[in-house]
């Protein structure tokens, strides 16, 4: 069952939309309910969701509060999933308990919660607004030569994680990957690969040679 309905008094009051993340971002719309955003990460378009699946609960006020991953991922040894459809009303009630009380605190988590997605609350609104114009760092970047838009051979993130993978194995890449990182002004790769994949890819074959040369 989808969250229910806030009464007038309810934390989730300030909850304005949630969002569902994948490796490739297939899912840009803002969107109603948690259980909307589970279900997305259930299709068949989720692209590889046990791995980089996220959910982000965005706030009237601004900013954003990351769902646990452990509400909507199953790992089990050196396997992980994404809860099945039948386990939907389970993971929904617990996910609406959890915001309550997270959203009661104010604690350094929600302090420092909008620095977990870029999108911000006025960009959501946009993307409602099918007239909206595009924001400008879009248009720069849509306006901008083919020379010094693009680096020849530059990995994408599909690299970026094959890459860990090999050298980690998915478990372990996919904790790497959520984890915040000193060498990424403590921003984990998971949000750095968006904005400098080459980067994030460096890091990865860091990884690689220490463990071949240990």
């Keep these: ?4 309905k806030p ?4 934390p989730l009051q300030s909850v304005f939309a949630f969002r569902a993340f994948d490796l490739r971002d297939r899912f840009p719309q803002p969107l109603e309910t948690f259980r909307q955003a589970l279900e997305c990460l259930q299709s068949g378009d989720a692209y590889l969701p046990d791995m980089s699946g996220e959910i ?3 706030l009237r006020d601004g900013r954003a509060l990351p769902i646990p991953e452990y509400f909507f991922i199953i790992q089990s040894g050196n396997t992980s ?9 389970y993971v929904c009630a617990a996910v609406e308990a ?5 959203l009661l605190k104010t604690s350094t988590l929600l ?7 870029p999108a911000r609350l006025n960009i959501l609104l946009d993307q409602c607004d099918p007239n909206a114009p595009e924001p ?11 020379a010094g838009r693009e680096i020849i051979d530059a990995p994408c993130r599909e690299d970026v994680w094959d890459a860990a ?17 000193p060498l990424l002004n403590g921003k984990s790769p998971n949000l750095c690969i968006e904005e400098d994949p080459s980067r994030v890819y460096e890091l990865v074959s860091q990884v690689g040679k220490e463990r071949a040369n240990g």
């Design 98 to 102: 959890w915001l309550r009380d997270a």
């Design 1 to 4: 069952m989808p969250l229910a």
């Design 7 to 10: 009464s007038t008094n309810d």
């Design 56 to 58: 982000v609960a965005y």
């Design 111 to 117: 302090e420092n919660a909008s620095t977990v997605r």
């Design 81 to 89: 999933a994404v809860v099945p459809p039948q386990e939907n009303d």
């Design 136 to 146: 400008d760092d879009i248009q720069a970047w849509q306006n901008m030569h083919d």
């Design 165 to 181: 993978v090999q050298v980690m194995g998915e478990v372990l890449a996919r904790r790497w990957m959520k984890t915040a990182h």
